[in-house]
């Protein structure tokens, strides 16, 4: 405990060293154009080089059903447990989740997109612990690429980390002689970082945080296997500006003092990227942020990141800020009205000097969609049990950029 918050102290220090200017870009900034450039009001005379205008999203696909009944069940009732997770995965249907996902992405076209969440479905006739299943069932990144693609959006995917894979007894039924029918049910987990196809990306790089939730940690998990976690990175260039894009799923789990897992990895993170001089954009599902119901004696995770230097790009447009909640719908998505509470879904910056408001126009838009009544309405499902965020980025110039 000492050592951490020795960690703790460090990275605030270090936090409190780094430059965070707000001021705006030399020239301003006109317009956001559709093509997603930034078009300076200087540069339209000829007197310098337009910013540039990057866009990002943060999206949790969601597995499609609630994992901690089957995490928390006695191992006598796992395989019922699993059946029942398997009934809402079925009933909350991605195949239809990933169409309007892929529809409302193909409106803004980002960049680069940080997925977490993204299943690898797997099973086999009868359960064999010792043979992984193989049969694919959906595979939650090959059906999402291709939706996008089928909207004339064609995306790489850049790099994708498996985190957890795990496979699990499931309940059929039970034959003529009354003897149970159990099949196997394998969850590959993975983060994964998509980049629109005439977007050029380099230095692939991924891996699992040390700290994670397991046997180690929590002995009274009653089924005995890590949980992890981990982030995935590329270098993309937008219109002539480097800068490295994170994506990271932190841990969720809350009870007692296991907050302390997130926190660790939210320290492990700031700590990877902290001598990164180019501009940085970190995308996830955090599990932690503004307004989040503590644990207690919990230092938070954003808070641990924001001390460190990164900044909430929300908090950055100008003007009213709506709540901008992404937190969550019902696990079988099963509601008609959204209930997000919270604002866990975060775009952080780093190195990024000149970002703010400036000459009345915004240098920073972010949004939110799948956490209105209207997106349920158009689509028929909820994407996602998570609001997914989209924001704009104006870049500093190169030169601007820290060195």
């Not at 907050?259 to 990227?273: D, K, N, S, W």
Request: with cysteine; charged share 20%; proline share 7%.
């Amino acid at each position: 405990m000492r050592r951490a918050l020795v960690l703790l102290t460090t990275i605030a220090l270090m936090g409190a060293c780094t430059d965070r200017t707000t001021t705006g870009p030399e020239s301003g900034v006109a317009a956001i154009e559709d093509d997603g450039s930034a078009v300076a009001s200087g540069a339209m005379e000829g007197s310098g080089t337009a910013a540039s205008n990057v866009r990002v999203a943060s999206v949790n696909v969601y597995f499609g059903a609630p994992v901690e009944p089957v995490l928390d069940a006695p191992q006598d009732s796992i395989p019922f447990k699993v059946a029942e997770a398997w009934a809402i995965l079925e009933q909350t249907d991605f195949p239809s989740r990933a169409r309007a996902l892929a529809a409302e992405l193909a409106k803004s076209k980002p960049h680069l997109i940080g997925l977490q969440e993204v299943a690898d479905l797997r099973t086999e006739p009868v359960f064999d612990p010792d043979s992984p299943a193989e049969d694919e069932y959906l595979d939650f990144l090959t059906i999402l690429v291709e939706e996008l693609a089928a909207r004339n959006v064609d995306y790489d995917v850049a790099i994708s980390l498996t985190t957890t894979d795990i496979e699990l007894p499931k309940f059929e039924g039970v034959t003529d002689e009354g003897q149970p029918i159990i099949s196997g049910v394998r969850l590959i987990d993975r983060d994964a970082i998509l980049v629109r196809s005439d977007v050029p990306w380099s230095e692939e790089a991924s891996n699992l945080y040390s700290v994670f939730l397991g046997p180690s940690y929590d002995p009274d998990i009653p089924i005995p296997i890590d949980v992890l976690r981990g982030w995935t990175a590329v270098t993309a260039t937008v219109h002539g500006t480097d800068f490295r894009f994170v994506n990271t799923h932190l841990e969720s789990e809350d009870r007692g003092p296991l907050h302390q897992i997130r926190t660790g990895q939210a320290m492990e993170l700031a700590l990877t990227f902290m001598g990164e001089s180019r501009p940085l954009i970190v995308v996830g599902d955090f599990n932690s942020g503004p307004g989040r119901p503590l644990g207690e004696d919990e230092y938070p995770a954003y808070q641990l990141l924001t001390d460190a230097g990164f900044t909430d790009a929300w908090l950055l447009q100008p003007g009213k800020i709506d709540h901008g909640f992404t937190c969550c719908h019902d696990g079988d998505l099963s509601n008609t009205l959204p209930g997000h509470m919270q604002r866990i879904d975060l775009v952080l910056l780093r190195n990024m000097d000149g970002l703010g408001p400036q000459g009345g126009m915004p240098l920073v838009q972010a949004s939110v969609f799948n956490n209105e009544p209207k997106d349920l309405k158009k689509y028929g499902v909820w994407s996602s049990d998570h609001g997914h965020v989209v924001a704009h980025i104006v870049l500093p110039k190169p030169q601007m950029a820290k060195k």
